[in-house]
């Protein structure tokens, strides 16, 4: 009987396989057709208490990507039918990309005819219909759910009904508004509209008005356009903000116990002149031998336990977003302003690095503890460069007391700074810009960020600092989360070097891609008509840094071991960072906090959060940079050529970093056409170049604010 059994199970002699999803998998295979859920659970003998597990097996899969879930309820193999599940990301242009959930595999190109009904941000499975040389090809098959169910826009009133126009460029509908859906919005006000429901392909969704933003000429209103439009978390739980209410307003007596009191040492902060939160103090001192460098960084983690409802709002953000006229934080502002900033006159706790040097800025010792500080000035990078560089007599007077430590700090600055040279990290000289903003919050100008020995202070600190974290946790082997930056891709490199070898430039690929190559490349660049041009296009060849608990070294910085520590009231690894330091820096033994695999989806998470939370504040950069302008029409201004296209080429105007297209069609003197290897345009009859780096003077043509179009034509 039981042999007979067995047979009818399909069960080998000896102790079954646990259950497991590749166990299902397996048993989906073998079966050669899509399957009913109960077909799955009963082919993969699960013993009765694990039915359920099962089922939740089979739903992760499916979420996975690895089985799609059929018209009729059955589950098929995805790649056994030629279907790929994943997100579909579509293009303004109207083509799209569906990306595999199993985060394997290539992307699936989608032409716009094979969209079928589905946009930008739904959830669908895609058939393969083509593979070829320039990759996969398909049409959607069906949406799973929809990605998009809020959509930020502007208010166009109708008699009976109005429309909103999505904001976001890859959406090509307007939702219908029934007149009593509307909210009492204006015409033209900008509105976060909730979708009711997806008609069938070709036809608009419906849906109605949840939130009057207001006017699109306001700049909060052109902050929360981009909140909205991006996602980005910007409410707090109630039990995230009950939390934080519950926290004691100042530091108590009893916080302070088993702590280095670091109070009457002079530490100092130096910010920009907007910065609330303080996440930083240094202080340096002078020796016969070489320097000491105290920084306290905000001990945050002693008041957001793993796990608690602030510490689950902030890995949600993984970063605060930085806007011109505001912030969203990280974590609320009980702390990230208030209890966690480093306020002059404040006693605060902290985590605190100290590093002594010698004369060379070699690190000879380190250690690290808990501490009670006081900030005791709190000066801007303006402030500090005014002292150190313009000799300001009045400022001097004021901080009498802090100026010697200042100009140690400066001369520490200084040697740090050649240390890293000396072993190869790469210091792109590229300008930035900075929005300034008038009295009444608006928009008064555009100019070139400030770079000064005051910001050099404190990016040289705050490297050595996450150098020295980084160095204690991987010598005592414990499982951290690094920030790593791999070099680039050898045949992006090889590009560089036939552009520039094009440029007229004695460069030549080297064997193995070191930073010190790259500096030696800027180096020979620098003051020649050529240094533009090398510095933007070896930016371009650089992958970006990521967050991982794998260390693979910094090539950027030339560091082998680098990861973040010094900002963790903004930055969610570094929170996580000062949680393993504080539970092993006075431990002989390790005390890993993290498991690798969970420090691994951490930082894949961070570093998907600040992607995006760097997309958000450019897109509101590039936002206020177009309505600037849209007065501008028939102005010239001087600029560089930084980009060549085959329709034509972007020029940045010199001192004010707006950028525009100048299209081919506006240049009325030729045609021309695009040599790809040396990055120019060139006249088929004139033989007249427009080539990367070039200084250009162009007319602002004409401005599209609703579609952030800059458009410039050659003078």
């Given at each position: 009987?039981?042999?007979?059994?067995?047979s009818?199970?399909g069960?080998k002699?000896g102790?079954?396989?646990p259950?497991?999803?590749?166990?299902?998998?397996?048993?989906?295979?073998?079966?050669g057709?899509?399957?009913?859920l109960?077909?799955?659970?009963h082919?993969?003998h699960?013993?009765?208490?694990?039915?359920?597990k099962?089922?939740?097996?089979v739903a992760?899969?499916v979420?996975?990507?690895?089985?799609?879930l059929?018209?009729?309820?059955?589950?098929?193999v995805?790649?056994l039918?030629k279907?790929?599940?994943g997100?579909?990301?579509?293009h303004?242009?109207g083509?799209g990309?569906v990306?595999p959930?199993?985060?394997?595999?290539?992307?699936?190109f989608?032409p716009a005819?094979?969209?079928?009904g589905?946009?930008?941000g739904?959830h669908?499975?895609?058939?393969v219909e083509k593979?070829?040389?320039k990759?996969?090809e398909g049409?959607i098959?069906?949406?799973?759910e929809?990605?998009?169910?809020?959509?930020v826009?502007t208010?166009h009133?109708?008699?009976?009904?109005?429309t909103?126009?999505?904001?976001?460029?890859?959406?090509?509908?307007?939702?219908?508004?029934?007149?009593?859906?509307?909210?009492?919005?204006?015409?033209g006000q900008?509105?976060?509209?909730?979708?009711?429901?997806?008609p069938?392909e070709g036809?608009?969704p419906?849906?109605?008005i949840?939130e009057?933003l207001g006017d699109?000429?306001d700049?909060?209103?052109?902050?929360?356009?981009?909140?909205h439009?991006r996602g980005?978390?910007?409410?707090?739980?109630?039990e995230a903000?009950a939390q934080?209410?519950?926290?004691?307003?100042?530091v108590m007596?009893?916080d302070?116990?088993?702590?280095?009191d670091?109070?009457?040492i002079?530490?100092?902060t130096?910010?920009?002149?907007?910065a609330r939160?303080f996440?930083d103090?240094v202080f340096?001192n002078k020796?016969?031998?070489?320097?000491v460098?105290?920084?306290?960084?905000a001990?945050?983690?002693?008041?957001?336990?793993?796990?608690?409802?602030v510490?689950?709002?902030?890995?949600?953000?993984?970063?605060?977003?930085y806007?011109p006229?505001s912030?969203?934080p990280?974590?609320?502002e009980t702390?990230?302003?208030h209890l966690?900033s480093?306020?002059?006159g404040?006693d605060?706790?902290?985590?605190?690095v100290?590093i002594?040097?010698d004369r060379?800025?070699n690190?000879?010792?380190?250690?690290?503890?808990?501490?009670?500080?006081?900030?005791?000035?709190?000066f801007?990078y303006?402030e500090?460069?005014?002292?150190?560089?313009?000799?300001?007599?009045?400022?001097?007077?004021?901080?009498?007391?802090h100026?010697?430590?200042?100009e140690w700090?400066?001369e520490?600055?200084?040697?740090?700074s050649?240390?890293?040279?000396r072993r190869?990290?790469?210091?792109?000289?590229?300008p930035?810009?900075?929005?300034?903003l008038?009295i009444?919050?608006?928009?008064?100008e555009?100019v070139?960020?400030?770079?000064?020995?005051?910001?050099?202070?404190?990016?040289?600190f705050?490297?050595a600092?996450n150098?020295?974290?980084?160095?204690?946790?991987t010598k005592?082997?414990?499982?951290?989360?690094?920030?790593v930056?791999e070099?680039?891709?050898?045949?992006?490199?090889?590009?560089?070097?036939?552009?520039v070898q094009?440029?007229?430039?004695?460069?030549?690929?080297?064997?193995k891609?070191?930073p010190?190559?790259c500096?030696k490349v800027?180096?020979?660049?620098s003051?020649?008509?050529?240094e533009?041009?090398?510095?933007?296009?070896?930016?371009?060849?650089?992958?970006?840094?990521?967050?991982?608990?794998e260390?693979?070294g910094?090539?950027g910085l030339a560091?082998?071991t680098y990861?973040?520590f010094?900002?963790p009231?903004?930055?969610y690894p570094?929170?996580?960072?000062h949680?393993?330091?504080?539970?092993?820096m006075k431990r002989p033994?390790?005390?890993?906090?993290y498991?690798e695999e969970?420090?691994?989806t951490l930082?894949r998470h961070?570093?998907v959060?600040?992607?995006?939370a760097?997309?958000?504040?450019r897109?509101?950069?590039d936002r206020l940079?177009?309505r600037?302008?849209?007065?501008?029409i028939?102005?010239v201004?001087?600029?560089?050529i930084?980009?060549?296209i085959?329709?034509?080429?972007?020029?940045e105007?010199k001192d004010m970093?707006?950028s525009g297209v100048v299209?081919?069609?506006?240049?009325?003197?030729d045609y021309?056409?695009?040599?790809?290897?040396?990055?120019c345009?060139?006249?088929?009859?004139t033989h007249?170049?427009?080539?990367?780096g070039q200084?250009?003077?162009?007319?602002v043509?004409?401005?599209?604010?609703a579609?952030?179009?800059?458009n410039?034509?050659?003078v």
């Open positions: 009987m039981s042999e007979k059994r067995t009818r199970s069960r002699s102790k079954p396989s259950l497991s999803p590749e166990r299902i998998l397996t048993v989906m295979r073998n079966a057709r899509p399957l009913y109960r077909e799955i659970i082919l993969s699960p013993r009765p208490e694990e039915k359920n099962a089922r939740a097996m992760s899969l979420r996975k990507g690895v089985l799609v059929l018209k009729g309820n059955r589950y098929g995805a790649d039918m279907l790929v599940t997100r579909l990301s579509v303004p242009d083509f990309f990306r959930d199993a985060g394997n595999g290539h992307d699936v989608i005819r094979g969209l079928k589905a946009v930008h739904d669908v499975v895609a058939r593979t070829g040389r990759g996969v049409s098959l069906r949406v799973l929809r990605g998009v169910k809020q959509v826009g208010l009133r109708g008699k009976s009904v109005s909103v126009l999505p904001e976001e460029n890859r959406l090509f509908y307007e939702i219908m508004i029934p007149d009593r859906y509307t909210a009492k919005a204006g015409n900008v509105v976060l509209a909730e979708i009711k429901s997806f069938s036809r608009n419906e849906g109605r949840i009057v699109p000429d700049m909060g209103v052109q902050t929360k356009i981009v909140i439009k980005l978390p910007h409410i707090f739980p109630p903000l934080a209410e519950a926290l004691p307003r100042d007596p009893e302070t116990r088993d702590r280095k670091l109070r009457d002079p530490l100092v130096i910010d920009g002149e907007r939160d996440d103090a340096v020796t016969r031998t070489g320097f460098l105290t920084v306290a960084i001990d945050v983690s002693h008041y957001v336990p793993d796990g608690s409802p510490d689950q709002a902030g890995l949600e953000r993984g970063t605060s977003v806007f006229n912030v969203v990280m974590l609320p702390l990230s302003d966690c480093l306020i002059p404040e605060r706790l902290a985590i605190a100290s002594s040097f060379e800025a690190v000879r010792r380190t250690s690290f503890f808990k501490a009670v500080i006081r900030s005791h000035c709190r801007t303006k500090v460069r005014c002292i150190l560089v313009d000799r300001d007599r009045d400022l001097i007077a004021k901080n009498r007391k100026i010697k430590h200042l700090m400066a520490l600055a200084r040697a740090l050649k240390r890293r040279c190869g990290s790469i210091d792109f000289d590229l930035e810009s900075e929005i300034v008038g009444r919050g608006n928009l008064e555009i070139r960020r400030e770079r000064s020995i005051a910001h050099r202070i404190i990016e040289e705050m490297i600092a150098e020295a974290v980084a160095l204690f946790l005592k082997e414990i499982p951290a989360i690094y920030r930056h070099p680039p891709d050898r045949d992006k490199v090889k590009e560089f070097v036939d552009f094009s440029l007229g430039m004695d460069i030549k690929l080297p064997g891609i070191s010190k190559w500096q800027l180096k020979e660049a003051g020649k008509p050529q533009f041009m090398v510095n933007t296009v070896l930016l371009r060849t650089m992958q970006q840094a990521v967050y991982s608990s260390n693979t910094h090539f560091s082998p990861l973040h010094t900002s009231i903004r930055r570094d929170l996580i960072v949680r393993i330091l504080k539970a092993n033994r390790r005390r890993p906090v498991t969970q420090l691994e930082g961070c570093s959060r600040e992607r995006e760097m997309e958000a504040e897109e509101m950069f940079k177009v600037f302008m849209a007065d501008k028939g102005e201004y001087e600029g560089i930084s980009g060549v085959s329709f034509g080429f972007f020029v105007l970093f707006i299209r081919l069609v506006d240049i009325v003197d021309y056409t695009l040599d790809q290897d040396r990055q345009l060139v006249g088929q009859r007249r170049i427009f080539r990367l200084t250009v003077n162009v007319r043509k004409a401005v599209n604010v579609r952030m179009h800059i410039f034509e050659v």
